[in-house]
């Protein structure tokens, strides 16, 4: 071969190499969830639309070092994720969004992570030792209708990157969970849940965290509870942990239950209508809340409350059973619409509290101490305000 037509053959070579390099580059891709297979699965190639073009090519929805996937998975269905792990490694889309009333369940052992953004409007569902990660700050909870659970025996987590969770849509049963040992919720980049809603007769709506689970919420700053008759209860059980270490306000009903033997909110500083359900013998621990309206400490089962820095206890109900039981507020000075009723021998004395007024309700009595050796001491009140005209004699 003369060099002349050596150096042609390297050139038309060359532009074939880079033909196929061009033609051959990642190519992100839409996948759109039709359910046209014959069942559930992620992994069935019947149950994908690419591009608008139906699925010609049988691709599943995985990327795959020649093509990338953004995945969109409409309202009212249901996805089954049973795509096996690529040996140790871990099954990547660019981006994921999932409609509300649908729901996507990750198989036992299996995993997938969102590069970029995840918008949930529906319910995630991961299940023993998988992964569902979508780490991404431009990740979100879409509308008010989200819910995540997370259950097994082994490592089985889910990382999100939301900023705010609503679930005002959602009338009762569970928002938020983590279940088994090694279940881990970690929605440790949410500042606001706002589940702030009143629908017809007493709902519940939980977050709960049980049998050795883990819900990271430690950067939740604003928790709004249910209001009206509706209630948002946050549940630890059997060993669980959610943990709100920077939850500062709680508006709204919110009760708190745990079966530890010492539960700390740590930074909780304003709250209305907190309420607390604790093994007999507890000891509850709000050491920077400041001002409290509405609610109310039931001791026992309680057996100790600690509320060092308290000032404020309005329209709420503090009763005290037992001579054991300690209500300990050093600071508190304002008790107005307030109920204290002793029994059973319980002791306690607000030396702070030099005024009282007790208008905010049509009927009651605002203290009592009942029995031998009761007391409930306020002899610094000087003015007793109870001057209100309610409907009807009261």
Not at 228 to 236: F, L, P, V
Not at 370 to 385: N, R, W
């Amino acid at each position: 071969m003369s060099d002349s037509m050596s150096r042609v053959f390297c050139a038309l070579f060359l532009c074939v190499v880079l033909g196929l390099t061009a033609n051959t580059a990642w190519a992100q891709k839409v996948a759109t969830w039709t359910g046209a297979g014959s069942n559930t699965n992620y992994n069935n190639p019947d149950n994908w639309d690419i591009d608008g073009l139906g699925n010609p090519g049988s691709e599943v929805p995985i990327n795959n070092g020649v093509d990338t996937y953004i995945v969109i998975i409409p309202a009212g269905v249901s996805v089954n994720y049973d795509v096996a792990n690529p040996g140790s490694g871990t099954n990547t889309v660019d981006a994921f969004s999932i409609d509300n009333s649908s729901t996507f369940t990750v198989q036992s052992s299996l995993n997938l992570d969102v590069i970029g953004a995840a918008n949930i409007a529906g319910t995630i569902n991961v299940n023993n030792e998988g992964t569902f990660n979508a780490p991404s700050a431009a990740s979100n909870f879409i509308g008010n209708t989200s819910r995540i659970r997370v259950q097994g025996t082994g490592p089985t987590t889910m990382v999100f990157g939301a900023g705010t969770y609503d679930s005002r849509g959602i009338t009762n049963g569970t928002l938020l969970q983590a279940d088994g040992t090694q279940s881990i919720l970690d929605l440790s980049k949410l500042g606001i849940i706002d589940d702030s809603s009143n629908f017809t007769f007493a709902q519940f709506r939980t977050i709960e965290a049980n049998n050795g689970g883990i819900i990271n919420l430690s950067s939740v700053h604003t928790l709004h509870g249910g209001t009206g008759d509706d209630t948002t209860q946050i549940r630890e059980s059997s060993g669980g942990t959610v943990n709100l270490s920077g939850l500062t306000t709680a508006t709204g009903n919110v009760n708190f239950v745990s079966d530890k033997a010492v539960f700390t909110l740590a930074s909780l500083s304003t709250a209305e209508n907190i309420t607390f359900t604790l093994n007999p013998g507890s000891t509850l621990n709000l050491p920077e809340l400041r001002q409290q309206t509405g609610g109310r400490y039931d001791l026992p089962p309680i057996a100790a409350v600690h509320l060092d820095k308290l000032t404020s206890l309005n329209s709420a109900a503090v009763t005290i059973g037992n001579s054991v039981a300690v209500f300990d507020a050093p600071m508190l000075g304002n008790i107005d619409n307030s109920f204290f009723n002793l029994s059973g021998g319980a002791v306690l004395a607000l030396p702070n509290v030099t005024a009282y007024t007790g208008t905010g309700f049509a009927g009651g009595t605002f203290f009592s101490a009942d029995g031998v050796g009761t007391v409930l001491d306020l002899q610094p009140i000087t003015t007793l305000d109870s001057s209100s005209n309610q409907t009807f004699a009261q």
